[in-house]
């Protein structure tokens, strides 16, 4: 268990930063779906906060003024923003307003978070990412019960069943086998 005096929230920031700017240098990528909208984004000044926020996260006004402008971004990409950008935004948005409380509690944004700081950052943030959490995976989990999905014609749960397959040595898997298995898959996923 972590004690209290361990920052919890530090650690995040920074994993949150790193996974940010590995979104950001491939959607530079000719291949990505952002299209037009990467264009109008201020990547420089996004890519400098990012990595100031990382390597001072226990700074508030770095990794809020982080959260806001990545939120922007995110927003201006409008019908190509995709589902996980969205989630990721509006937990994000949790986030930052219980950063934005505790920093009016303490009286300060620009004072360096304590470790106890950090934990009632998370801890004011936590139940409310939580129920956004069940929300998503459960709508998502609706959302994939359709005809579609349930065929194993156009599934993607017989690929990548099938695609599992690929470790298990073919000696012990014969064709006949391996098709059995694809069309079971989205059963054996329900």
Known sequence: AMSISEPVLSPYVQ?????????????????????DAKAAQPAFFLIVIILLAAFAPA?????ACALVLRGVTNL???ASLANSQHWATQM??????????VCVERGSIFKKLTPEQQRRVV???????????????SACAFWKMNTSFESAD????SILFVLLMEYVPPTLLPD???????????AATL
Not at 92 to 101: M, P, R, V
Not at 154 to 157: D, G, H
Request: hydrophobic letters at 60%; proline letters at 4%.
């Open 15 to 35: 994993m949150w930063s790193a996974a940010n700017l590995l979104r950001l240098v491939t959607g530079f990528s000719a291949t990505t779906a952002l299209g």
């Open 59 to 63: 700074r508030p006004a770095l990794f």
């Open 76 to 78: 201006a990409k409008g």
């Open 92 to 101: 994000d948005a949790t986030l930052l307003i219980a950063l934005c409380l």
């Open 123 to 137: 801890d004011v943030s936590a139940p409310i990412v939580r129920a956004q959490m069940v929300i998503y995976y």
């Open 154 to 157: 156009y599934s993607c749960a």
């Open 176 to 186: 006949a086998l391996l098709r059995a298995m694809a069309l079971v898959a989205p």
